[in-house]
């Protein structure tokens, strides 16, 4: 099974460009990846939770995956969202294997809450469906057991686990789970605005972390990185106060926040995204006002 071989730096996960008739924009998504991989990311995660995967028919998915994978072009590996109902997992894995991805990140099952072994059930079908590996993702309706999470990594498709659940005993006890199966197996943050998290899941083996600061703002996203990686408790220490506190805190106001903040972050930078879809909704005047002034104050901040 080939392994997903990121770069160093953070895991950028770019937001949906959407046209002014709601459509999926292409060009601007293909645009902002680009830039993004610029910047230098270890991966790029494409149609998952912040662009948006609840909200994307079939074809849209496809489009996505297109022109991200043309956004990336070949220099750091991309990773395509795949879940919801078994069926529509499916046909996402077979098109993301059919336009290039290097993975799947294993979203939850849609609505229902099965039973463990049903879980396992769940990602076997993903398997036999694709070659691609597959990056199981541990929230939600798909949170699993250590336990299952060792029967997991028994699965040679199975590449690593992102733990969105945020329970750190759990997490210290899957990734034990993962050492005691013996393969090289990736282990992930993926705790919304995962800066603020990232020090405990450091502290238990788990050296990797979604940004999705990264998609709106990479040079506040990379300080935080460089600090991270070297041990720069001072410099985590100003951006988590003086960016990423506050940041949760406004984003922490609505549901659906941690996507509509990054999509109003790049259109205050001039990156022409659209807004969410429904169910979701845009932060209004006041708010964006707000998220200016951070977005400002975290670029001086990492200038330091």
């Known amino acids: 099974m080939a392994d997903i071989l990121f770069a160093d730096g953070v895991l950028f996960f770019p937001v949906t460009a959407f046209d002014e008739a709601g459509g999926v924009d292409a060009a601007t998504t293909e645009r902002h990846v680009a830039a993004g991989v610029a910047a230098g990311p270890g991966g790029v995660f494409a149609a ?31 990773v395509a969202g795949a879940g919801g109902q078994l069926g529509h997992a499916i046909a996402c894995a077979r098109i993301a294997e059919r336009q290039g991805a290097d993975g799947l990140l294993v979203l939850p099952p849609y609505l229902v809450e099965g039973t463990q072994a049903g879980l396992l059930r769940y990602v076997e ?44 005993a759990v997490a210290q006890q899957i ?7 013996g393969r090289d197996l ?12 990232q020090a405990a899941y450091r502290g238990i083996g788990v050296p990797l972390y979604s940004s999705a600061v990264f998609a709106m703002a ?11 990686r070297a041990g720069d408790d001072e410099g985590r220490r100003l951006l988590l106060d003086g960016f990423y506190d506050p940041f949760v805190r406004l984003r922490d106001e609505s549901p659906g926040f941690a996507v509509a903040l990054i999509k109003a972050g790049l259109r205050l930078a001039g990156v022409p995204v659209g807004g969410v879809r429904p169910p979701l909704t845009d932060p209004d005047a006041a708010q964006t006002a707000r998220l200016a002034a951070l977005i400002e104050r975290g670029h001086r901040l990492a200038a330091r």
């Open 186 to 197: 990736l282990f992930f943050n993926g705790l919304l605005t995962a800066e603020l998290s």
């Open 48 to 78: 998952c939770g912040t662009g948006e995967f609840h909200a994307l028919a079939l074809d849209e998915y496809e489009t996505v995956l297109r022109a991200t994978i043309a956004g990336a072009a070949g220099r750091v590996p991309v």
């Open 218 to 228: 990479p040079e506040i996203a990379n300080a935080f990185y460089r600090a991270d």
């Open 175 to 181: 990734v034990l789970a993962g050492a005691r199966s």
């Open 125 to 168: 079908a993903l398997a036999a469906a694709t070659e691609l590996p597959l990056i199981v993702y541990h929230r939600g309706s798909g949170r699993v057991t250590p336990e299952t999470a060792a029967a997991l990594f028994r699965m040679p498709q199975v590449a690593g686990l992102k733990d969105g659940v945020g329970d750190i």
